[in-house]
């Protein structure tokens, strides 16, 4: 998986890519009810030509790993697509995966759409299946409000503040959107910094 990682960073970051990459790094972890590991993620994106870039992301904590790349389409400025393919490592196997993106956006107002699919959930296995579902609002430039639904922690509020290059955030999740059953002390927290 290592050796995974490096060639995809690579072809991510080649010195003719750096001047039109943009990379992140973020923590993130919630209340053990949703789950008990903190996730270290990155990801950047290479922009190609005006439609097309090619995003790299990574995830790792102390149970598995994941890794895959692929295009982003942008045939107009509030539309993102965005496909991907790679790999997940557990302690016991190394299985594929494959990514999808959706991104609107509108002023101050933006979706984004994110899933994950392991190979299993192809044959039925709904935990392989990982989505997060995210609106927001910028209502001032330091705030962003919004609503977040992310599987397995639920849905609910969303808060972030954004100082400079770095957003702070927490949703709090109490609606299990699966089950519709609430659980109140359902959080997520992270910390993001845009390179």
């Known amino acids: 998986m290592r050796r995974f990682l490096l ?22 972890t919630a209340t053990p ?9 990155a990801g950047a994106t290479t922009k190609l030509n005006d439609e097309f870039s090619l995003r ?35 302690k016991e196997e190394i299985d594929l995966q494959t990514g999808y993106l959706l991104w609107l956006g509108y002023r101050r107002f933006s979706f984004n759409g994110a899933v994950e699919v392991g190979r ?6 709904k935990t392989q299946v990982w989505y997060d579902l995210t609106a927001r609002v910028n209502v001032l430039p ?10 397995p922690a639920g849905i609910g509020p969303l808060i972030e503040f954004n100082v400079w290059k770095v957003t702070v955030w927490s949703a709090w999740t109490p609606v299990d959107s699966e089950k519709a059953e609430v659980e109140w002390a359902r959080f997520l927290v992270g910390a993001k910094v845009v390179l």
């Open 7 to 28: 060639v995809l960073c690579l072809c991510c970051f080649s010195s003719t890519a750096l001047a039109q990459t943009v990379a992140f790094f973020q923590v993130e």
């Open 33 to 41: 009810n949703v789950h008990d590991k903190m996730n270290i993620n």
């Open 56 to 90: 790299f992301f990574t995830l790792a904590n102390s149970g598995w790993a994941q890794a895959y790349v692929g295009p982003v389409y942008q045939p107009v400025d509030w539309l993102k697509l965005g496909v991907g393919a790679g790999g997940r490592q557990t």
């Open 120 to 125: 299993l959930a192809f044959t039925g296995d």
């Open 142 to 151: 330091w705030l962003t409000l919004g609503v977040k639904d992310r599987r």
